[in-house]
């Protein structure tokens, strides 16, 4: 089979591997009618993340049909059956998988203690990012082997098309925990911090959760524009201060609600902490480029929420702490529980309360992968999603 | 397919990007080398009592390399390296003398000067080539609301049917005076 594979930094190819092969009694075969490029992928693609080794095939928003299914998966699954598959991988029995804390589940992670070295505790396993979190293939294939595949899938209603179903397993319920762990109240004011594809699930996830107003922080006018579509008041950073207009609409007060949707690699601004991040990521002393964190804590409303979907890999410099102590801050983070809303926001693009294929801007082939991974990450040809077709 | 892939989006694309920070990690560790070791240097290429000189120079590399590392815009000071090279060339062409005993060791220094001016010059004149600013939209996403309604009809619309789950709450109720 086709399938996308890393090599290195901004090295993607469209390679040929063997297909993959029921390995455990719960896993499943399915064969992949769309995938997509995540943000976070691009992390990858920039080799920021560390953990990946060269042939790793990518990806983790996929979806399919089922054309193999284990025995011990029987009863879940069937042959023929359309599934989109959660980026992280789930037991559904462990602790954390019956507390819905679904990214953390226990089991899953096949490099436990690889995680349990590099962060103190395994989080889930994830197709297709890096090894820190199980080395399990990815989604950017013809066929993917699921493991716990059980657990690990979303069903998806007869009829409904695969652009709409094909964020359920990431991009949508991340923009909608992200909004929901802020628990918004109509009189918030929610600010998110990019304007991409999370940021604009985030955006009319806030929307519908009733906020008061939302605010969007991008440069890219493209973006802004979907942002404006999707009911956000918009702000480009480029061209006014970001904490002078955030305070301006909201009375002088900072808006309750902060949504982080950019995560590690935040653009390089001409403010000093953005500056001095880039310095020090130059010389490899620091990983991440925090400034949006920064920005959160300083501008956030006393006693407000800090909401943190975008991803984050290692280790983070100068976080004004203090800051986010004196004012009584909390603080909200994490992968997506992607099973713990799947059901809910079927039902919603089933009613016709959001149909997520708003999003998408570029549809390729498999073949055209390694092209749109480029295009993605350089903002070209006004591109915000892309699905590919295997 | 056809993708618009020519125009920039006012950032420099990766490889100069990646060039221009190579230029200026080289710089603050060339300036380095040059404020610590000005006697040695001096000594290699045979133009004692240039030491206060290679300092000073090693302090420009250093805040060259600051700047190109720092700016969001590397441009002036990728320019500004190449200024330097012209000096550090014209500075190393007075140890070309008959009676300097190292001009074998000036003329390697002037040789890697020149390469690395060369690709100063390709990395300043590939950054000046680019767009200072954002490119207006090549597409009007301004209709892509996902919205069956507008938005301000669908504020609120998934309170109707959703409760925040206890373990996310942040909130208590609004305190009513």
């Known amino acids: ?245 955030l305070n301006e609409l909201t009375g002088g007060w900072g808006p309750e609600k902060c949504i982080d949707c950019v995560g590690m690699e935040a653009h390089i601004t001409s403010t000093v902490d953005a500056m001095y991040d880039r310095a020090k990521q130059a010389l490899m002393m620091e990983t991440d480029r925090p400034h949006v964190l920064r920005e959160m804590i300083y501008v956030c409303r006393p006693a407000g929420v800090i909401s943190v979907p975008g991803v984050y890999g290692g280790i983070l410099d100068k976080i004004p702490f203090g800051a986010a102590m004196n004012k009584g801050l909390t603080f909200r983070m994490g992968q997506t529980h992607v099973n713990r809303w799947a059901d809910d926001l079927v039902r919603r693009i089933e009613r016709g309360q959001i149909d997520p294929s708003f999003v998408i801007t570029h549809t390729a082939s498999l073949e055209q992968g390694p092209e749109m991974y480029s295009v993605f990450r350089e903002k070209q040809d006004s591109c915000i999603k892309v699905v590919l077709k295997p | 397919m056809r993708y618009e892939t020519g125009r920039r989006r006012g950032q420099p694309d990766s490889a100069t990007d990646t060039l221009a920070r190579g230029l200026g990690v080289f710089s603050i560790a060339l300036g380095i080398a040059e404020v610590a070791a000005p006697r040695a240097l001096a000594r290699w290429l045979g133009m004692r009592g240039q030491e206060r000189l290679i300092q000073a120079y090693g302090v420009r590399e250093i805040a060259t390399g600051i700047g190109i590392l720092a700016s969001r815009d590397p441009t002036p000071w990728i320019w500004g390296r190449v200024a330097g090279d012209a000096l550090d060339l014209a500075t190393l062409a007075t140890g070309i003398e008959q009676e300097n005993p190292k001009q074998a060791n000036v003329g390697i220094a002037m040789a890697a000067v020149a390469g690395v001016t060369a690709l100063d010059l390709y990395c300043a004149k590939a950054l000046s080539g680019e767009s200072p600013t954002p490119l207006p939209p090549l597409r009007d996403y301004s209709d892509r609301s996902g919205l069956p309604r507008a938005p301000e009809a669908m504020r609120g619309a998934a309170r109707r049917d959703f409760q925040v789950p206890p373990d996310m709450r942040a909130e208590l109720p609004m305190p009513r005076l």
């Open chain 1, 1 to 245: 089979m086709k399938a996308l594979r890393w090599h290195g930094k901004a090295d993607i190819r469209c390679e040929e591997v063997p297909d993959p092969q029921i390995e455990d009694a719960r896993d499943a075969i399915i064969k992949v009618s769309s995938c997509a490029i995540c943000g976070s992928d691009l992390h990858l693609y920039g080799h920021f993340m560390p953990g990946m080794q060269k042939g790793d095939i990518v990806g983790h928003e996929f979806m399919g049909e089922v054309v193999e299914v284990g025995a011990a998966a029987k009863g879940k699954l069937k042959v023929g059956e359309r599934i989109v598959v959660p980026f992280t991988i789930i037991c559904g029995e462990c602790d954390q998988c019956k507390r819905g804390n679904f990214s953390v589940c226990q089991t899953t992670n096949r490099n436990k203690k690889v995680a349990d070295a590099a962060f103190g505790h395994t989080t889930a396993g994830l197709f297709g990012y890096t090894h820190l979190t199980g080395g399990y293939p990815g989604g950017q294939a013809e066929y993917v082997r699921v493991p716990f595949a059980d657990a690990t899938h979303i069903k998806i209603p007869q009829g409904m098309p695969d652009e709409q179903a094909l964020f359920l397993g990431d991009i949508f319920p991340t923009g909608w925990q992200g909004a929901v762990q802020c628990d918004i109240q109509p009189t918030d004011t929610v600010a998110i911090w990019g304007c991409g594809p999370v940021g604009q699930f985030a955006i009319r996830s806030a929307v519908l959760l009733g906020a008061k107003q939302v605010v969007a922080i991008d440069r890219v006018p493209e973006r802004l524009a979907m942002a404006r579509a999707g009911g956000a008041i918009t702000i480009n950073f480029d061209e006014e201060s970001v904490v002078e207009r």
